[in-house]
């Protein structure tokens, strides 16, 4: 917990996850995800907008990002 009150949290990509919400992410070994559970899990959490201080969403906030991250694989 920081001390604005935000946290970092870690989520599974399972059925589990389904309903959850989070304003950024980031995906480790993106490479071995499905594309179904990408679409039906992954994206739906980072579909709602950061609420200001007054309880407001701002607009310019960039919400919804999702970093992906993938280590090379030799052959």
Do not use: W
């Not at 992410?25 to 594309?35: A, F, L, M, R, V």
């Not at 992954?42 to 919400?63: S, Y």
């Amino acid at each position: 917990m920081f001390k604005n009150g935000s946290r970092c949290t870690s989520l599974p990509i399972n059925q589990a996850s389904k309903g959850q919400r989070r304003h950024r992410g980031s995906i480790e070994e993106s490479n071995i995800i499905n594309h179904a559970d990408y679409e039906d899990i992954v994206a739906p959490i980072f579909v709602v907008p950061r609420q200001t201080m007054g309880g407001k969403a701002d607009m310019e906030e960039l919400n919804g990002q999702i970093a992906r991250y993938t280590t090379s694989r030799l052959s």
